[in-house]
């Protein structure tokens, strides 16, 4: 709830399939080629030319819709979407509407520690449209068809996310499965993801109120900035007594604002009919049955695995599964120290943290598996403590190669002689009579803060969990 309004959101993302060349041609689909260098006859609409389907991006869509659990048509059509734009040669798109390849299916993931399911509604084969190009040229729109016919899987949601927060976390786990699957890089800056949002509010309980569409979102931030921003937009504009108008709008990441591009159009006025230049399109259940054999383990699989065979509570094994790379970092740490949950901490935490910081994804991280296996082994013997191990992952972040090295340089090392320990707990046993009264008067605090005392004595060297003990024994005996 947002000032009393329920917030509404359901996203169409477009995901740009794997395959080397286009949906309907033999073009190239290569990212960055000079202009118009990678448009054929049929990208360009040429009088004559006939699409002919790709079967690799049929297998994706296929592959998709086995991992969301969806139904695989067995037949299905594309239909031509009308609609004029410079940068679309033919007048229309080749997409699918009536009969849509995947049928239903549904995605979850966790918003914090909360576990959401969103229902999908269908996920369908279309063709891209080209690009204008409007900053390089004064008063003038260049085209760019490069893009036109690059093979696309739109998902479509149902309307069931609440708040920008879960729209993001869909969005992101949505990502993480088609390049787990292999179907899609995930590319977002290149435009190989990217996402539409559908944003209304209304008063509890009263029927959905009037959506705009928010086009073209290729960050999880931008789309987490421009719903919360349309969503206060719509609040005020409903607050002022001023009605909704369904529309198109862009988001501008410079001012952080939403703007209308044009009044949003209903499926009646694309004018959709069948495309007579292609047939149905029929998947036979052998096609999905070897698609089937061929697919890796899912992520909702592994996390499953991941909390049986590794005791790694739920919400933990599902962030193992973000990326493929990540669970394969995960599971090489974890082979090599033998502690899945302390592994699963430090990617969790400061991991994740310093890669989020810098923009960097899991296979960019300067700490290899192996050495932060080392690392929580070191912990584990006693070597270091958990200050301790933070340290040493700063210099290891930094271009330090060997752990030893660094906890020796640093002079880390935990103390090993207990016979030194009893000596620090006595000594300051008998310079903190005071605590030690509070103590035994039921004042817990005064515990911490002799043992605050034993480290500060030892320099950080005494082991914790040892200074600990040595104290409790001391105080009852």
Not at 188 to 201: I, K, L, P
């Amino acid at each position: 709830m947002i000032r009393g309004y329920e917030v509404v959101i359901g996203l169409e993302t477009h995901a740009q399939l794997s395959t080397q060349s286009k949906i309907f041609s033999g073009a190239s689909t290569q990212f960055g080629a000079a202009p118009n260098t990678q448009a054929c006859a049929v990208d360009l609409a040429l009088p004559g030319t006939l699409p002919v389907m790709n079967r690799g991006a049929v297998e994706r869509a296929i592959r998709f819709g086995l991992a969301v659990g969806a139904k695989v048509a067995p037949l299905s059509i594309f239909a031509r979407k009308n609609y004029f734009y410079p940068d679309l040669p033919k007048g229309y798109q080749i997409s699918q509407y009536e009969i849509p390849v995947v049928q239903g299916g549904k995605i979850s993931f966790f918003v914090g520690e909360h576990r959401k399911t969103v229902n999908l509604t269908r996920a369908h084969l279309e063709e891209d449209a080209g690009k204008s190009l409007h900053e390089d040229y004064h008063g003038q729109t260049g085209i760019d068809l490069n893009r036109a016919g690059t093979p696309l899987l739109e998902i479509v949601s149902e309307p069931e996310m609440r708040s920008s927060a879960e729209a993001v976390e869909y969005a992101r786990t949505l990502h993480g499965l088609v390049t787990w699957l292999g179907i899609c890089d995930g590319n977002m800056q290149e435009g190989s993801f990217r996402c539409d949002a559908n944003v209304s509010v209304r008063r509890p309980g009263q029927p959905f109120g009037t959506r705009r569409e928010i086009k073209n979102l290729n960050s999880f931030r931008f789309l987490q900035q421009a719903i919360d921003y349309e969503v206060q937009w719509q609040i005020d504009q409903l607050e002022d007594g001023l009605p909704i108008v369904q529309a198109t709008v862009l988001f501008n990441p410079d001012t952080g604002e939403t703007r209308s591009m044009r009044t949003k159009e209903d499926a009646h006025d694309y004018r959709y009919f069948p495309d007579p230049d292609l047939p149905p399109l029929v998947i036979e259940p052998a096609w999905v049955e070897r698609v089937k054999g061929e697919m890796p383990e899912l992520p909702a699989t592994m996390a499953e695995r991941f909390q049986t065979a590794d005791g790694l509570p739920a919400y933990d094994a599902t962030m193992m599964t973000q990326s493929l790379a990540l669970a394969r970092f995960y599971e090489t740490a974890r082979d090599a120290c033998g502690q899945p949950k302390l592994v699963a901490n430090w990617l969790m935490g400061e991991v994740s943290r310093r890669l989020n910081a810098e923009g960097k994804t899991i296979d960019a991280c300067p700490v290899s598996a192996a050495t932060l296996a080392k690392l929580i082994g070191r912990i584990g013997d006693g070597t270091i403590s958990n200050n301790g191990a933070r340290q040493v992952f700063e210099a290891l972040w930094s271009g330090e190669a060997d752990v030893d090295a660094v906890i020796e340089a640093k002079g880390l090392k935990q103390m090993s002689d207990t016979g030194a320990l009893e000596a620090i707990v006595a000594e300051v046993l008998a310079a903190n009579q005071k605590s030690v009264d509070e103590f035994r008067a039921g004042k817990d605090k005064a515990f911490n803060a002799l043992v605050g005392q034993v480290m500060k004595a030892s320099k950080g060297k005494a082991n914790p969990a040892q200074a600990t003990e040595l104290l409790k024994k001391k105080l009852s005996s």
